[in-house]
């Protein structure tokens, strides 16, 4: 069946939370050493991994963790906690996780608006899924590409995250198209991967830092791309 749909994840997929150094610049551990390179790249691993539980939590935290993409409140809660966990001062945890939501913070892989823009052109239907606790389209507008994307699914707003059938069926009707003529373009063989169930293509991309993936995204539609 032809593809007449793609549906993109956000993070790791079209853009990536890189590390910033200045976020780190007036933060120190308990014992009052700032992070070296390696705590930092650990912080932003724990911060941006798709699936599995990151790190040891306590019982309280449990449920938060669960529901972290369905409800803004318990992502604060339970990613301070992370921070916390992992020798940030509290009131420099609340600092940084506020960076971290910031749309603005996000960086595009190099190809992101032009396969959105080409897709778009060539009547391609384009869906954006996302496991997430914070409105993301302000970075779809910094890069001026909002106009390219026709259904945005945020899981906190949809009240389901992936790999849950539902969210993919839901993207697919409401981009108008069967889930036999849609690809799922994400980053991760769990949530990502689940779009199968349901029929639809998957491709999965690497989620490594944006200099070192130029053409991913377009290597994943490129028979889309004519």
């Known amino acids: 069946m032809t593809l007449r749909a793609v549906i993109f994840d956000f993070s790791g997929t079209l ?4 590390e910033n150094p200045s976020w780190y610049s007036d933060l120190t551990d308990a014992d009052g050493s700032p992070f070296d390179l390696s705590a930092q790249a650990e912080i932003m691993r724990r911060m941006t991994a798709p699936t599995g539980r990151i790190t040891e939590l306590g019982d309280e935290f449990i449920e938060a963790w ?5 409800d803004p409140a318990l992502h604060r809660k ?13 009131a420099q945890a609340q600092s940084l996780y506020a960076r971290l939501i910031d749309p603005d913070q996000w960086t595009p892989y190099p190809d992101t608006a032009e ?44 009240e389901v995250i992936k790999p849950d059938p539902k969210i993919f069926l839901r993207a697919c009707e409401r981009l ?10 994400g980053d991760s063989e769990e949530a990502d991967g689940g779009a199968a169930g349901v029929g639809c293509q998957v491709a999965i991309v690497d989620p490594a830092p944006t200099a070192e993936r130029p053409t991913g995204l377009i290597d994943a539609v490129r028979d889309l791309l004519s």
Do not use: C, T
């Open 15 to 18: 853009f990536r939370l890189e």
């Open 115 to 158: 396969v959105l823009r080409r897709l778009h052109e060539q009547g391609v239907k384009v869906g954006v899924i996302s496991n997430i606790a914070f409105d993301i389209r302000p970075a779809f507008d910094r890069l001026d590409v909002s106009k390219h994307v026709d259904e945005f699914l945020l899981s906190y707003l949809e």
């Open 78 to 90: 339970v990613y301070v906690e992370v921070l916390r966990s992992s020798g940030i001062q509290d």
């Open 176 to 185: 108008g198209v069967a889930p036999e003529e849609a690809l799922m373009v």
């Open 66 to 70: 669960e529901n972290r993409d369905l």
